[in-house]
């Protein structure tokens, strides 16, 4: 399968609710690769058991059928590799590094997670980063991480990606790589109404994330603003 863009997203529900607007503008085809698909192993998280679930293969089972239902509602693929739903430090993804040799052309948009916010989320970036340099593929998009990116104040607003670069995941990339911020989307009317059905998809999640971040889902709100940075050579 070729597609014109291809979305890594660390966990199930990371693209969707980050950049479901910047896929629905997108001419495809499309797909969202979670890179930590698999189960999440024997015992439970904490975050697990707040979100319902009693096994670890209920787990994986549902979030895999969640996810489905999300892509659906976008029109994009659906891809999730074996990597299991764990901490990521100090292991390789190879499937991850495998599916983007085997699947980006130069024509190929990759957009990989900033990675505010979440530990796993900036290893998958670094590791999406190597494998894309190792391939010689085109620079790809940074989409910032929601809900976490809109805990600064300035989230929504022109000045938000400034706000965002004293993050140690932004500043670190912006040591090693030119960034630039090349996206801001502000969703209304019927695209809004889409992202919201599709971050719907991920019932398990919806409470445990409110929980958290109070009225993520609200709107006017932070969801219904997106960013996305292009990294130069």
């Given at each position: 399968?070729?597609?014109?863009?291809?979305?890594?997203?660390?966990?199930?529900?990371?693209?969707?609710?980050?950049?479901?607007?910047?896929?629905?503008?997108?001419e495809g085809p499309a797909v969202i690769v979670t890179a930590l698909g698999g189960a999440p192993g024997e015992e439970l998280s904490a975050w697990d058991?707040?979100?319902?679930?009693a096994s670890a293969e209920e787990t994986a089972r549902e979030r895999r059928a969640e996810d489905a239902r999300a892509c659906e509602i976008l029109g994009?693929?659906?891809?999730?590799?074996?990597?299991?739903?764990?901490?990521?430090?100090?292991?390789?993804?190879?499937?991850?590094?495998?599916?983007?040799?085997?699947?980006?052309?130069?024509?190929?948009?990759?957009?990989?997670?900033?990675?505010?916010?979440?530990?796993?989320?900036?290893?998958?970036?670094?590791?999406?980063?190597?494998?894309?340099?190792?391939?010689?593929?085109?620079?790809?998009?940074?989409?910032?991480?929601?809900?976490?990116?809109?805990?600064?104040?300035?989230w929504g607003t022109a000045s938000a990606d400034q706000a965002l670069a004293g993050k140690p995941p932004v500043r670190a990339l912006a040591e090693r790589?030119?960034?630039?911020?090349?996206?801001?989307?502000?969703?209304?009317?019927?695209?809004?109404?889409?992202?919201?059905?599709?971050?719907?998809?991920?019932?398990?999640?919806?409470?445990?994330?409110?929980?958290?971040?109070?009225?993520?889902?609200?709107?006017?709100?932070?969801?219904?603003?997106?960013?996305?940075?292009?990294?130069?050579?």
């Amino acid at each position: 399968m070729s597609w014109r863009t291809i979305v890594v997203s660390p966990h199930f529900d990371d693209a969707v609710l980050s950049v479901a607007g910047l896929l629905a503008r997108d001419e495809g085809p499309a797909v969202i690769v979670t890179a930590l698909g698999g189960a999440p192993g024997e015992e439970l998280s904490a975050w697990d058991r707040l979100c319902g679930f009693a096994s670890a293969e209920e787990t994986a089972r549902e979030r895999r059928a969640e996810d489905a239902r999300a892509c659906e509602i976008l029109g994009v693929d659906q891809v999730a590799l074996a990597h299991p739903d764990a901490p990521v430090a100090g292991l390789r993804l190879r499937e991850l590094e495998g599916f983007l040799a085997g699947h980006v052309t130069p024509e190929t948009r990759v957009l990989i997670p900033m990675g505010i916010g979440n530990a796993d989320h900036e290893a998958v970036r670094d590791q999406a980063l190597d494998a894309l340099r190792k391939i010689g593929a085109r620079p790809p998009w940074v989409y910032a991480d929601l809900p976490y990116a809109a805990a600064v104040r300035e989230w929504g607003t022109a000045s938000a990606d400034q706000a965002l670069a004293g993050k140690p995941p932004v500043r670190a990339l912006a040591e090693r790589r030119r960034i630039r911020p090349e996206l801001r989307i502000r969703l209304e009317g019927d695209e809004w109404t889409a992202k919201r059905r599709a971050v719907l998809a991920y019932a398990s999640q919806i409470a445990p994330l409110a929980c958290d971040y109070g009225e993520f889902l609200a709107m006017p709100g932070p969801l219904q603003h997106e960013l996305v940075w292009a990294v130069e050579d």
